[in-house]
């Protein structure tokens, strides 16, 4: 089965870090871009930050830059999204992205998959 599972959520009080993990299943991340999005209730889903497919280059949000530091291990065909600092405005489900674009058939395809998110509550 092709799934992206993220892990590491949970509650952690104004100030705190977390540490958050996205493991690709039946694919390998090679190649494949990383983005982390999330969602606060009553919200839509925003972009916080990505990771090239060879980690050479790094996006934040202006949310998250300072604070938060995402990273990959295509070796373990995992990425991670470190936050610190955390603040209540954080809280929100958190979702990895894996996507790479291929050309076949005469056309550009993008290839993509949505993890099942994780909850951040920051709260004290």
């Known amino acids: 089965q092709l799934q992206l599972v993220e892990s590491g959520g949970g509650l952690v009080q104004p100030g705190g870090s977390l540490r958050l993990s996205c493991v690709a299943s039946g694919f390998t991340l090679d190649y494949y871009a990383i983005g982390w999005f999330r969602q606060a209730p009553g919200k839509g889903r925003e972009g916080v930050s990505c990771?090239?497919?060879?980690?050479?280059?790094?996006m934040y949000a202006d949310s998250a830059e300072g604070r938060f530091t995402v990273s990959r291990d295509n070796d373990k065909n995992t990425a991670t999204l470190q936050m610190s600092s955390l603040k209540p405005e954080d809280t929100a489900v958190y979702y990895c992205?894996?996507?790479?674009?291929?050309?076949?058939?005469?056309?550009?395809?993008?290839?993509?998959?949505w993890g099942q998110g994780t909850q951040v509550t920051v709260s004290s």
């Open positions: 990771i090239s497919g060879r980690g050479g280059t790094t």
């Open positions: 992205y894996a996507g790479v674009g291929e050309f076949y058939d005469g056309e550009d395809h993008i290839n993509d998959y």
